[in-house]
């Protein structure tokens, strides 16, 4: 249909914002600040593109992590007897052996610890370049996750920049990547 959604967005592959009506089959990133798509917009050399991704396989313990994003949400695993976040999730806290952990919604914010430019594509259909990055999450001592930085060049990533959370649907996975705050 003319002017409707491309089979990338039906089928779920690229996120799509309540507003988006049609698109020009750009990467499409749910941020939580803007709240909306990127769909027509230009994209930068960092944009990942919409071939799909290896996915994770979904248990009980990171279900939460991937699944977050759906609500907008970073989820990351807290202990409720020492308060301490960790990252990757385990029904283990790591560091007084508690059970008693849950996950818990972090700010989505954060800032560039260190930082890697690819250019391997990896699989068929990767677009290289793209940055590798590893973030310090706000709010979250110890938590870093390893990502992707998208939305800018690829020259322009620095370490200490400050990032925001934004989530890539692939299926019933919500992928967090971080774009740079300006």
Request: glycine fraction near 8%; aromatic fraction near 8%; hydrophobic fraction near 40%.
């Amino acid at each position: 249909m003319p002017g409707g959604p491309c089979q990338l967005h039906r089928r779920g592959v690229i996120a799509v914002a309540a507003s988006a009506m049609h698109c020009k089959c750009e990467p499409v990133l749910l941020n939580l600040a803007k709240a909306q798509t990127r769909c027509g917009m230009s994209r930068p050399s960092s944009v990942m593109n919409t071939t799909p991704r290896p996915l994770p396989r979904l248990d009980a313990d990171n279900r939460a992590f991937w699944t977050g994003g759906a609500t907008g949400k970073l989820l990351i695993m807290r202990c409720a007897n020492c308060a301490t976040f960790f990252h990757p999730p385990r029904p283990v806290c790591r560091n007084c052996l508690s059970e008693q952990v849950q996950p818990e919604a972090v700010r989505g914010s954060g800032a560039v610890d260190t930082f890697t430019v690819n250019y391997q594509a990896w699989y068929a259909g990767l677009e290289v370049p793209f940055v590798i990055a590893r973030v310090a999450l706000d709010g979250a001592p110890g938590v870093f996750l390893t990502t992707n930085i998208v939305g800018c060049p690829t020259d322009s990533v620095n370490v200490g920049d400050r990032v925001s959370v934004t989530f890539l649907r692939q299926e019933d996975i919500f992928i967090p990547l971080f774009e740079k705050i300006a």
